[in-house]
């Protein structure tokens, strides 16, 4: 019963979170235009600012206070994995274990503030150069520029501690959970204006059901891969304790086709999108440079090389954050320590091959799948000419983020379930 209770606890706390994100999302920096606001949101095409927009929860059509979201605390914790990997420091922080992590955990915070910093100075002196944003800001003056700075940086402070809050008051993962809240603020209007746009085009109701199917087919692929698993035998062999002789038996080691699961698309989206504020600052200060508009260009949706650049990160992060993810080497080394051993397979270094090699195959399957699924709504604008204002980026988070919030609520559950088949054998002992 304290476990159901909990349970229901955890889901009202992220309940309220959510609420208190979504309140702060329609809080504007102070001396905003809304007029010149509502009049750019009328006339918006901007294919940069979409991704952007729709990450934050609309947060940046109302340059709320939570208009970077938790984008800078994102790059900051590739950064400081990529540092890992490079610094004997840090790869020696990790290893000793919870303090470690906690002191790596505070260096991404820092990292956080100082890009935070970074990019709140280049959204407020790039939103002005953005066509029909001129006049955005009534003040123009220094002190308006140093509390907007402000204003950004502790919305983006703060979402960084809810989603850590949430993690570990609530369910899943927080920072995931804001972003999928995010897109999924903006899903109604998206699904509105797609339906709009292909009614004013005529499309007919053969053509609205076949895409739809497309879509659903693609939800099922992501669910199906999602829960899909390469398991391995393990032997274990026989052991003896004491006089009693144990004998053999074999279990499974279970690898997921997308280990990675979400992350590398949104660590793509997050670098991205950091590029392109940055792009935004540096056309401030060098001016219409002919040069870097055709590069600011390279951004956009529509573009070849976005979608190379964007293919291109994500299949590196899905190889990179499964590396982190999981260690063949310990995995081996584990395996030899309990007397376990795969069928056929030397344990030691053997074994570590043979399931690097599985490893790797599984990656490559699931990198591919994770690009196929975010270039589906760019393959049908192309071949089928359907107007999407949402991407598969978009798609594959929300469908990922909500199977783990629910795999989550079904683990406290069943723990529930088997908590009281035990007090009826009076089995389980209160601590």
Known sequence: MSTLYNLKKRIWFVFIAIIIFRIGSFIPIPGINIKVLEQFLIHQNSSLLTMFNIFSGGSLNRVSVFTLGVMPYISSSII????????????NLKKEGEAGNKKINQYTKYLTLLLSIIQSISVIVGLPFIPGMQNIF???????????????????????????????KGLGNGTSLIIFFGIVATL???????????????????????????????????VFLEKSQRKITV?????????????????????????????????????????SIIVTYCRYIFGNFIYL????????????????????????????????MFNVRDTATNLKK????????????????YIKKIVLKLTTIGSVYTVFICLVPDIMREWFKVPFYFGGTSLLIVVVVLMEFIIQ?????????????????????KN
């Open 80 to 91: 400081i994995q990529l540092l890992t990997l490079i610094f004997s420091h840090l790869r």
């Open 138 to 168: 009534i003040f123009t003056d220094f002190y308006f520029y140093v509390i907007a700075v402000i204003s950004l940086v502790t919305g983006t402070i703060f979402l960084m501690w809810l989603g850590e809050f949430i993690t570990e």
């Open 188 to 222: 109604p209007v998206s699904i509105k204006q797609t339906i709009s746009v292909m009614h004013i085009n005529h499309f007919s109701i053969l053509y609205m059901i076949f895409i739809s199917l497309i879509m659903f087919v693609a939800i099922f692929i992501v």
């Open 235 to 275: 032997c274990y062999a026989r052991r003896q304790q004491g006089r009693r002789i144990y004998a053999s038996h074999h279990s499974f080691l279970p690898l997921k086709i997308n280990m990675a699961g979400v992350v590398p698309v949104i660590f793509s989206s997050s670098l991205i999108l950091f590029a």
């Open 293 to 324: 508009i055709k590069f600011f260009d390279f951004f956009k949706f529509n573009h070849s090389i976005y979608v190379i650049i964007n293919i291109i990160l994500i299949v590196f992060f899905c190889f990179f954050y499964t590396n982190i």
């Open 338 to 353: 309990s007397g376990a051993f795969l069928p056929g397979i030397r344990p030691g270094i053997r074994t570590e091959q």
């Open 409 to 429: 609520i079904q683990t406290l559950m069943m723990s529930t379930q088997y908590k009281k088949i035990l007090k009826k054998a009076n089995l389980y002992l």
